[in-house]
């Protein structure tokens, strides 16, 4: 099965900003050790057997190790997770180092390396928080999904492919309270009232906690929508607006499917930080719910949903 990463610009333009940043940093402590010694310590002094020179000396070798460890990171065709936090706790490990040395030893530095310190460690706490960020959006997993931002707006869509037929994916696709046995998030799901276009549908989560929507879409074969009720005074997530559609499109040799979701934050910071750490998770649920429903379609998954295996078999007896 063909593996894909996405929603990976954040962290990769983080990385490499880090990465060119502690470059030149290293090597401008390499090559103006003696200098930098001068301009950042009020005295010259001796740490362990080196002196303030070499220290700034070895600062530089280690700053050059560092950027090669975060520029091969970022250059990989898929990020390597655990390296890309280890780069953010060494980060975030700078930053609180950098702010004891200022408290705990003020006289040692000039007013003027104080400042460079400080100027430093926000830089590095900015590459950190937009890594730990870029973490939180990176998906990695067995289906096509991508999330775009257009401010507080997200458009995702999951592109999965399927070697059975497009009769047999929208038997399944369209089955209303089956849609629960493959999305890890829903718990139910209960037609309401109407069919196809005139369609109301509740939804309940793991939780417990429910909400309605309505059908805007409905091309029987092809695709279909819905409008989740964000208006309601009970609806239980902070989202402004969602909606979603499902969709198949007839290939050579199978069918390819589309999940497209439109989801809208309500205002509030809060909020918007957790509307751009929902990438990811959001991602890995469409990716299992692709998964489970091309079991379904190609008959490698036993369980069913009882109304959903009924119509299979008789549509197989027909």
């Given amino acids: 099965m063909a593996r894909y990463q996405s929603n990976e610009r954040l962290l990769r333009l983080a990385l490499t900003a880090n990465g060119l940043f502690s470059l030149v940093t290293g090597a401008l402590c390499l090559v103006f050790a003696s200098q930098l010694s001068t301009l950042f310590f009020a005295e010259p002094f001796v740490l362990l057997g080196f002196s303030s020179?070499?220290?700034?000396?070895?600062?530089g070798l280690g700053l050059?190790?560092?950027a090669a460890l975060v520029l091969w990171t970022a250059a990989q065709q898929f990020t390597n997770r655990f390296r890309a936090r280890l780069i953010t706790i060494m980060d975030a490990g700078w930053v609180v180092t950098s702010l004891a040395l200022l408290l705990v030893g003020p006289a040692v530095w000039t007013s003027l390396g104080a400042a460079l310190v400080l100027g430093v460690a926000i830089i590095v706490g900015f590459f950190a928080l937009d890594q730990a960020l870029g973490l939180a959006k990176l998906y990695q997993g067995s289906h096509e999904i991508e999330a775009d931002y257009n401010g507080k707006r997200m458009t995702l869509r999951a592109t999965g492919f399927t070697s059975a037929s497009p009769e047999r994916v929208w038997q399944v696709m369209s089955h209303q309270e089956?849609?629960?046995d493959v999305a890890d998030n829903i718990e139910s799901v209960?037609?309401?009232?109407?069919?196809?276009?005139?369609?109301q549908r509740r939804c309940t989560d793991n939780?417990?906690?429910s909400w309605?929507?309505?059908c805007t879409l409905w091309d029987e074969g092809r695709a279909y929508a819905f409008r989740v009720h964000t208006e309601a005074a009970d609806y239980p997530y902070p989202i402004a607006a969602l909606s979603g559609e499902w969709a198949l499109k007839p290939m050579t040799d199978g069918t390819q499917i589309t999940m497209t979701f439109n989801v809208t934050a309500k205002s509030g910071l809060l909020n918007g930080l957790m509307f751009k750490m929902m990438a990811a998770p959001f991602s890995s649920t469409c990716d299992k719910l692709l998964l489970r429903w091309i079991g379904i379609m190609e008959g490698r998954?036993?369980?069913i949903h009882p109304e959903l295996q009924s119509g299979i078999a008789k549509a197989q007896l027909a």
Avoid: I, K, N
């Fill in 53 to 59: 020179t070499q220290v700034v000396f070895e600062l």
């Fill in 64 to 66: 050059l190790l560092f």
């Fill in 301 to 303: 998954t036993s369980t």
């Fill in 207 to 209: 939780a417990g906690r």
């Fill in 178 to 180: 089956a849609y629960a």
């Fill in 212 to 214: 309605d929507e309505t």
């Fill in 190 to 199: 209960e037609v309401t009232s109407g069919h196809g276009a005139d369609m």
